[in-house]
């Protein structure tokens, strides 16, 4: 499953449960944040100061295509 750096985090986390623990091993609080229905992957790795691409990388790998 591509994962994209505009799309939604609670949409990711919804449409792909998996990716919960993916936000908790980068220390993400998005898992029941109410922001999350609003920030995208790459606002939540700005806040969060995580490099994008790495996090997208463990999102689809963790999700088989």
């Known amino acids: 499953m591509p994962f994209q750096s505009d ?8 449409a792909a449960p998996r990716t919960i623990r993916v936000f908790l091993a980068f220390r993400m609080a998005c ?11 790459d606002d939540a790795c700005r806040e969060h100061r995580i ?8 999102l689809s790998e963790c999700v088989p295509a």
């Open 31 to 41: 898992v029941g944040c109410p922001i999350a229905t609003f920030h995208t992957v």
């Open 7 to 14: 799309d939604l985090v609670d949409d990711i986390m919804r």
């Open 51 to 58: 490099d994008r691409d790495t996090f997208l990388a463990a």
